[in-house]
């Protein structure tokens, strides 16, 4: 008999005894996802329904029975937990953090305010925790952190996303290891958010245009983060027919059609989202609009749409919005594979905004020319959603020092005429959240003596040290059979055949994770390229190692899936099987027990295609120690003693580029394998006479102490205020109070661009230097300048000098403006200056002129550079 299936589904939400309605509160704000006190209580509620909710309080309620609520409300001692909790919430929320002692610190130094008055960030994923699963990696682990240290820094920041109906995919494993995926369907009743009421009661919605007869629209709903909101919309609305209610079924799923309505409704429907939020809650108006990755770029387009021809706009001309919408705009750049860059036709782009599209009123061919590939080596079909963003936005970031050189690198082509080092893309380079990621176990550890892990770490014995670790070894490894278990049930073996799952995994073997997304650059079989050699290493019987393994291949990429099946097929041999573990459906929940778990973390992504990659943050946070190839935050942060790097064929100087990846990875997995056996593995296993491994401990005290404060998202958020938001809310307020300084920057823009045909350096003489130069001298430098029309105070000259190599090319290039000297007929001007020599060596320089305006973030913002 086939199963009877509901054609709707919704979710029956509990009436909570009086004395226990502050759950209501406490569920609804996700702020319980990092506050082990508040997760407590809800244990307290029904221990084992707590188990079975997957640490969800909203199912949890649900599923506590009438009966044992009231029990509870009769429990004196179990209400002043809960007022407790939740007075400690109500602090939270009200008092000052610190962005607001920033405000008044910089109030009382009587100083202007550069500080953003509020910042709306955009993001296609938010990973906050597993009960919301809106993620599917690194992405949106890092958009969750985002939001959770905005939070906890009081900074006032709006999050807006899609919630998808089926969120990502949940992943499970065939008999033979192909991945599988399924997508259960998610209730929002039934999740930890509310909707956006109107005045009226109704939930607020936003609609757009698109192709048809009916508009696109979507509800919008809040989670509560804390302190912040994040808004999020869906279509599953029965006010749309059901290719619209559709958009919003699933992340990073369906045609290039279907991914093209998602951004539309995330940038477009977004703004409009926001506006109703900043209108029904009386919340300030962003004055900083953070596009994290292009999938949110269309916000750009709809701000410009707003200050030109919506209903009760400043009426403003394209060139002057543009401007504006420019000033407040950051956009933040995640990936060094142009693969990953979605790029649309321009057809379909056209489609979308022709007419009274989605943005009725603005042109469309100055939608499409701004993400049009129009530079060597693009392609002029295509609509580049990254472009785009760096076009709409006037400061730019990669997320780590190298990554931000990548980006200088791929991106070039926007700003033809100047060296990659001077590209307008700085970085940021990300950090995580460490009430999320870190181990209940080392906070209390720290609290024994009174101060933050990274200041109690030299006074907590090594015994101490390792007693923990035993612990949270002990718990990944509880986790991972029973995850291990599940999913031989689920590939089809019996019970009686799983009694080995009892012993698989040992907590007191050396324990090495890896886990993340499985795009073919992360190499998540580079550690199989010997098979033998790994078997030696996990079977060693003095000194064995064991590896927990997770990762979820795109739907759509059958080679990751491939990979999958090898490390899966590998791992089920019953040699090995107790030291080797796939778990499938790597999440949120199964990463909170791994990160402290694991004695080592390792990555071994091709170089330099990690932009970042937050996994060994969280590791060390815990006192795991990294093993991984130097690419991104690695790179910048390996010292020597806080853990491995692996020898990669690629060091940077492209002396590797000849090798083919297969050459590569056989060397590569060769000196993974040696420092395992050679170093890794002898440093774990050699310890006193307690078994305490101390040349061990002193490396995990030194990675606390010197990756601690700098991999924390607190360090992270302070610099995207300090770089980014701050400098980007004061440009957006000097061209938005009257809008005048936007219409005259626009002016002087069109102006230089035409102009600048006619400006040439004419000529260079230089002097002042004895016959032999020597440290401490002095080069004068005179140039003639052409300037056709322009003045001189829209140009500044500089000369640029450096080092010069057997080509002449210049390298360490620093520059040195020169001062205007004398006009003449014509446009000539003579500039003047001079150029101390502060190094010996060789020596090199030139001369360039470039547009110069005080509301220019940087140099290069035009494009625009005249060499002699």
């Not at 690194?138 to 709006?158: Q, Y």
């Not at 709903?221 to 599953?236: E, K, M, S």
């Not at 080596?377 to 990548?406: I, K, T």
């Not at 049930?489 to 499985?518: K, M, N, S, Y």
Request: hydrophobic share 40%; net charge negative; with cysteine.
């Amino acid at each position: 008999m086939l199963p009877v299936r509901a054609i709707r589904r919704f979710t029956v939400r509990p009436v909570l005894p009086e004395k226990l309605s502050q759950l209501s509160d406490l569920a609804l704000n996700l702020r319980w996802s990092w506050s082990p006190e508040t997760q407590d209580v809800f244990a307290a509620l029904d221990p084992e329904v707590w188990r079975a909710s997957g640490h969800d309080p909203v199912k949890t309620l649900g599923a506590v029975s009438p009966a044992r609520l009231d029990e509870l409300a009769r429990d004196k001692r179990f209400v002043k937990r809960l007022q407790l909790a939740h007075a400690d919430l109500e602090d939270y929320l009200g008092s000052d953090r610190w962005f607001q002692k920033q405000v008044k610190g910089r109030g009382r130094q009587g100083g202007d305010q550069d500080l953003p008055r509020a910042i709306a960030y955009f993001s296609s994923e938010y990973g906050i925790t597993s009960v919301l699963p809106q993620y599917s990696g690194g992405l949106g682990i890092l958009a969750g952190d985002h939001l959770k240290t905005a939070s906890d820094l009081g900074i006032p920041l709006i999050g807006v996303g899609l919630l998808y109906q089926m969120g990502y995919f949940r992943q499970s494993l065939s008999r033979e290891g192909w991945q599988q995926e399924s997508y259960p369907v998610l209730d929002p009743d039934g999740l930890p958010i509310v909707p956006l009421r109107e005045a009226d009661g109704a939930q607020a919605t936003v609609e757009i245009a698109v192709p048809g007869d009916h508009p696109m629209v979507a509800r919008v709903w809040i989670a509560h983060v804390g302190r912040v909101p994040l808004l999020l919309l869906d279509t599953d609305t029965e006010e749309n027919p059901q290719h619209l209610r559709e958009v919003t079924d699933r992340l990073y799923g369906g045609t290039t059609e279907h991914r093209l309505q998602q951004e539309l409704l995330l940038g477009i429907g977004g703004v409009r989202a926001v506006r109703a939020y900043c209108r029904l809650t009386d919340h300030p108006a962003p004055e900083v609009f953070h596009c994290n990755e292009g999938h949110a770029g269309f916000l750009g387009v709809e701000r410009i749409r707003e200050l030109t021809v919506a209903e009760g706009g400043p009426g403003l001309d394209l060139d002057t919005a543009l401007e504006v919408t420019r000033a407040g705009s950051v956009f933040t750049t995640h990936t060094p594979v142009p693969a990953g860059i979605d790029r649309f036709p321009r057809q379909l782009v056209e489609q979308y905004f022709g007419g009274q599209g989605a943005a009725p009123g603005v042109p469309v061919d100055r939608i499409l020319a701004l993400g049009a590939e129009d530079y060597q080596g693009g392609d002029p079909g295509v609509f580049n959603m990254a472009v785009m963003g760096f076009r709409l936005a006037q400061r730019a970031n990669g997320v780590s020092q190298l990554h931000g050189e990548v980006s200088r690198g791929m991106f070039n082509g926007l700003w033809p005429a100047f060296d990659e080092a001077e590209v307008p893309i700085t970085s940021i380079t990300n950090g995580v959240h460490a009430p999320t990621w870190v181990g209940r176990e080392v906070f209390e550890l720290a609290d024994q003596h009174g101060d933050d892990v990274w200041a109690a770490v030299d006074k907590v014995s090594g015994k101490d040290l390792w007693a923990t670790k035993r612990v949270l070894r002990d718990q990944l490894i509880d986790d991972a059979r029973r995850r291990l278990r599940a999913s031989w049930l689920e590939r089809g073996a019996a019970p009686a055949e799983l009694g080995w799952i009892d012993g698989a995994l040992d907590p007191d073997v050396l324990t090495i994770g890896f886990a993340r997304r499985v795009p073919s650059y992360k190499r998540l079989t580079l550690m199989l390229r010997d098979p033998a050699r790994l078997k030696r290493l996990l079977l060693d019987p003095e000194r064995p190692v064991q590896l927990v393994i997770a990762g979820k291949s795109h739907p759509a990429d059958d080679g990751g899936k491939q990979l999958i099946q090898q490390i899966v097929r590998f791992a089920d041999d019953p040699e090995v099987r107790h030291r080797i573990a796939f778990l499938p459906n790597y999440d949120i929940a199964m990463a909170q027990p791994l990160y402290p778990g694991c004695d080592v973390w390792l990555n071994n992504p091709l170089r330099p295609y990690e932009a970042c990659g937050t996994s060994g943050m969280k590791a060390a946070l815990n006192g795991g120690l990294n093993l991984s190839i130097l690419d991104g935050w690695w790179d910048e942060w390996y010292d020597g003693s806080n853990g491995w790097a692996i020898p990669s064929a690629d060091d940077g100087s492209g002396a590797g580029a000849e090798l083919d990846n297969g050459r590569r990875d056989d060397l590569e997995a060769g000196a993974l394998y040696d420092l395992l056996e050679k170093d890794v593995a002898p440093r774990f296993y050699d310890v006193d006479a307690d078994g305490v491994p101390l040349r061990w401990i002193e490396m995990v005290r030194h990675t606390l102490k010197s990756l601690g404060p700098k991999v924390l998202s607190t360090r992270m958020l302070q610099e995207y205020v300090e770089k980014l938001y701050s400098p980007s809310a004061v440009a957006s307020r000097a061209l938005n109070d009257s809008f005048d300084g936007a219409r005259e920057l626009a002016g002087w823009k069109s102006r230089v661009r035409h102009g600048w045909g006619e400006v040439r350096v004419d000529h260079v003489e230089s002097g002042g230097l004895p016959d032999v130069p020597e440290i401490g001298a002095s080069l004068e430098v005179h140039a003639f300048v052409s300037l056709g029309g322009l003045d001189p105070a829209d140009v500044q000259v500089q000369v640029v000098h450096g080092r010069v190599g057997a080509d002449d090319s210049l390298t360490d290039a620093t520059t040195t403006p020169l001062v205007l000297g004398e006009s003449y007929e014509g446009g000539r001007h003579r500039f003047d200056g001079h150029v101390p020599l502060s190094r010996a060596g060789s020596f090199g320089y030139t001369v360039r002129v470039l547009p110069h305006h005080a509301d220019l973030a940087s140099p290069a913002e035009l494009g625009l550079v005249a060499l002699a």
